[in-house]
């Protein structure tokens, strides 16, 4: 039969090589064959668990995904403008209360803290603003891990905090309450909303930056009015006294904060590697960015805490004074939009150098206004030019990693590095004001320290591809 085994003869053919090499036990061919057989199926075995143990091993160093596979952002469309006009209702609540803080300053000088000096009291503002930055540090990575379930968090502790500053009577309390706490969860929830806009876009990001930060400005026009009104107008504070006015701020923060809630979310798989990002440091442009950032910090909150009180100072009403607050920020509206959509096109970084540099040279003319209209002027063009800072200093840092998993990470690292400036800046401001008496050191101080922000940003595209006078 065919399948009986044959035993080959003298007389056939020369054996090829393979065969030549068979052992003593593998005479026979179909013996031979069965074990080449097994051998190629051992091979084929051996290739199938190769992949198997390539996916063990990246599961276990949770290696990212490539970046060919997020696919491009949208750059648009209902969902990632959904995400920017979310993201703008936690900086219109966040950074809406702290740059009311003018007003909250005034009030403060004659009311509760009638015994402590004005750059004593600027600490509770910058202490805010500190910690609202410090907090991106943390806050940012955890985004990028985790994703945007820390805003829902944050909020509750934000709306808590409001809500204690309204029975502080003393100043550790108001330290507590108003800086610390405040500023904790309103950067818990500030820097995951940006780095949520930023994978939604890419062409079009500073613009979309500019209106999730331009809700800071809305609420900087909305709350310094309201609590001027509140705490101030004869007839109105009559009824309502300042607890009672900072918890109405309180309740219309958590109206705008559970928009948010529901609204903001991010758009990719969240990245599973190390916490930090320390090789952000290694980069020229990043490291330019952040020192810029320190130096903008440093002199750009100070008109923000001290304009209502120079305004009275030349004259003017204190109700009408705490309405520069709002002017100053219905104007950085505009400066947020119009310089980010201009961003884009002409180089995020040359935004942000523009914008500090323009900031220097309005603050150093501050001491020029003294009528009310040169006043006025005066808060339109201070805001116009600084709005562009923080949207520009996200739009700028975003440009430095290619990988938008790690926005979250270079935006909190970068901005929390730069927060001692604000910490710090105010206050001494506040010292330069109690121990000349004037506000020409004040305004010196400040101006410069943005101009020399500005230049280093400006110095900073050096280490970029486009050099320094790219549209980066």
């Not at 703008?88 to 403060?108: D, K, M, P, R």
């Not at 709350?223 to 107008?233: E, H, Q, T, V």
């Amino acid at each position: 039969m065919a399948d009986e085994k044959k035993t080959p003869s003298l007389g056939d053919s020369h054996p090829s090589s393979d065969e030549a090499t068979l052992d003593a036990d593998s005479s026979f061919p179909k013996e031979y064959n069965g074990q080449e057989k097994d051998a190629e199926k051992a091979a084929e075995s051996a290739n199938t668990a190769e992949p198997e143990k390539d996916a063990v091993h990246d599961a276990e160093t949770d290696a990212p995904s490539p970046l060919s596979e997020l696919g491009p952002a949208p750059d648009g469309g209902v969902r990632a403008w959904t995400v920017a006009i979310g993201a703008g209702f936690i900086t219109f609540a966040a950074l809406g209360f702290a740059n009311s803080f003018g007003v909250f300053q005034e009030y403060y000088i004659t009311h509760q803290l009638s015994d402590k000096s004005a750059d004593t009291i600027a600490w509770i503002g910058s202490c805010t603003v500190f910690f609202q930055f410090l907090a991106g540090s943390i806050s940012g990575p955890l985004f990028d891990r985790y994703g945007a379930w820390l805003i829902r968090p944050a909020t509750i502790v934000c709306v808590f905090a409001a809500m204690m500053i309204s029975l502080c009577t003393e100043y550790y309390q108001f330290l507590l309450a108003q800086g610390f706490l405040l500023g904790m969860s309103s950067g818990a929830m500030q820097f995951p909303a940006l780095a949520a806009v930023i994978q939604f876009f890419d062409k079009k990001r500073a613009a979309a930056l500019g209106v999730a930060v331009a809700g800071s400005s809305v609420g900087g026009v909305v709350f310094p009015i309201a609590l001027s009104r509140m705490l101030n107008d004869p007839v109105v504070s009559q009824h309502l006294s300042f607890g009672w006015s900072v918890r109405i701020i309180g309740f219309v923060m958590l109206f705008s904060l559970g928009i948010s809630c529901v609204t903001v979310r991010p758009r990719l798989p969240p990245r599973t590697t190390q916490f930090f990002v320390f090789s952000a440091f290694k980069q020229p442009t990043y490291v330019c960015i952040v020192v810029s950032m320190f130096f903008l910090f440093l002199g750009l909150f100070t008109p923000l805490f001290f304009l209502p009180s120079y305004a009275v100072s030349q004259g003017m009403d204190t109700t009408l004074a705490s309405y520069l607050l709002a002017i100053v920020n219905a104007a950085s509206t505009f400066g947020r939009i119009i310089p980010g959509i201009l961003a884009d096109k002409l180089g995020r970084v040359n935004a942000l150098a523009a914008g500090g540099i323009g900031t220097g040279i309005v603050i150093l003319t501050l001491e020029h206004a003294h009528s009310t209209a040169g006043l006025v002027v005066w808060a339109l063009a201070f805001g116009f030019s600084s709005g562009t800072i923080v949207s520009g200093a996200s739009a700028a840092i975003s440009i430095c990693s290619d990988d938008p998993r790690n926005m979250g990470t270079y935006l909190g690292m970068g901005l929390g590095a730069a927060s001692i400036a604000v910490l710090i800046g105010p206050p001494i401001n506040g010292q330069l004001l109690h121990h000349y008496a004037t506000y020409t050191p004040v305004t010196i101080f400040s101006g410069v320290t943005c101009l020399v922000g500005g230049s280093i940003a400006f110095a900073g595209k050096m280490g970029t591809k486009q050099g320094l006078f790219g549209l980066v």
